[in-house]
């Protein structure tokens, strides 16, 4: 892979690009203070606005890192980050990413999640090299599957009790796209 790092993207709707420590209010207000938004994550909604700027701080730290992937999703109409998405997790050897997603309550059902991913798969595969992209989600939130649908990633299967989040053990649904699916 040749990685880039995090740079802006943009789609009709969007702009995708690196989180700023000033992203800290919009960031608790708009996502990461809602337990529903959490409910199927690794980590729980912020208690305050302090969490979500120390988490912040981490990920602008690491944005010289040329193998960190993480956007802020900003809607064109409402200027402000309303969720995030980025790789959680890489293969370098199989040149495989696993891409990880959050929005807020009041912008689901809205294709935006779907919009973000597929400029960020163009993105990876055409820019970056990459082989294999990723995704998974709860058994209990197919929501979540249908964005990996829409966005070409095919099933592959359920890992009985393999993950773990916010509601506890739980089977992991996985969707993956290759290159080659892709290019096809």
Known sequence: MKHKGTKALETQRLLLRP?????????YNNWACDSEVTKYLLWPAHES?????????????????PDFYLWAIVPNEFGEPVGSIG????????EMV???????????????????????????FREVGV???ESRHDANNPSSGKVMEKC???YEGIHREAGWNNQG???????????KDYNA
């Open 87 to 94: 790789v959680v997790h890489k293969n370098d050897k199989i």
């Open 152 to 154: 070409g990633l095919k």
């Open 49 to 65: 606005v302090e969490v979500s700027k120390y988490v912040l701080g981490d990920w602008v730290g690491r944005y010289n890192e």
């Open 19 to 27: 989180f700023a420590l000033d992203d800290a209010s919009s960031m």
């Open 98 to 124: 696993h891409i990880g997603y959050c929005i807020g309550r009041k912008w689901w059902g809205q294709g935006i999640t779907a919009e973000a991913f597929l400029a960020i798969i163009q993105f990876l």
């Open 169 to 179: 053990r739980c089977d992991e649904v996985m969707y993956a796209i290759l290159a």
């Open 131 to 133: 082989n294999r992209i």
